[in-house]
């Protein structure tokens, strides 16, 4: 299998890109369901709301680079050609799509990370121990 896309497939750093970024945006979803719902002072399997909290900013940080590399990545090889089964309304829905998601991925983490929060766990305080930001918890 080449490496990067030709018009024979998608080449195999595409695929990884692919679901290395699947991986994540799982791992994502999940950790921060459980910071959300694990309390201050608890923990869930083990872990604080703040050691959740660190993976998530961390894996964040880390599917921001992975968009970086997806978006070079794209640029290399020659894409392969549409299924000859779409129509051209077909292609620009999926066209627009993958747009969309890769605004959404790279937008996602730089947002959260200049959010108001970024210097602080998810409880509110820093790391260092000072809470300049007490955020309000959903319930
Ligand atoms: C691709 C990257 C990311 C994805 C897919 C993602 C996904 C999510 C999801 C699904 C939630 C739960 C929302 C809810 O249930 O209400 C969430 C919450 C949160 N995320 Fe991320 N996140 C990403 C990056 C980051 C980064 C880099 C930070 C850095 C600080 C961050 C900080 C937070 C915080 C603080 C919350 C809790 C917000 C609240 O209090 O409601 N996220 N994230």
């Known amino acids: 299998?080449?490496?990067?896309?030709?018009?024979?497939?998608?080449?195999?750093?595409?695929?990884?890109?692919?679901?290395?970024?699947?991986?994540?945006?799982?791992?994502?979803?999940?950790?921060?369901?459980?910071?959300?719902?694990?309390?201050?002072?608890?923990?869930?399997?083990?872990?604080?709301?703040?050691?959740?909290?660190?993976?998530?900013?961390?894996?964040?940080?880390?599917?921001?680079l992975v968009m970086l590399a997806r978006l070079?990545?794209?640029?290399?090889?020659?894409?392969?050609?549409w299924a000859p089964t779409l129509t051209p309304l077909e292609h620009r829905i999926i066209h627009r799509t993958e747009q969309l998601l890769y605004e959404a991925l790279l937008i996602m983490p730089l947002a959260a990370s200049s959010m108001p929060w970024r210097e602080t766990t998810a409880s509110g305080c820093s790391v260092s121990g000072t809470c300049p930001i007490r955020l309000a918890r959903r319930r």
């Not at 799982?26 to 694990?38: C, D, E, G, N, P």
């Not at 070079?72 to 050609?81: I, K």
Request: net charge positive.
């Open 72 to 81: 070079a990545n794209r640029r290399m090889g020659e894409l392969p050609p």
């Open 1 to 64: 299998m080449p490496l990067v896309n030709s018009p024979a497939g998608y080449g195999a750093l595409t695929k990884l890109l692919h679901w290395l970024m699947a991986l994540l945006i799982l791992l994502q979803y999940t950790s921060a369901k459980i910071m959300l719902r694990t309390p201050a002072e608890a923990t869930t399997l083990g872990l604080s709301q703040d050691t959740y909290y660190n993976w998530h900013k961390s894996l964040g940080l880390v599917a921001f």
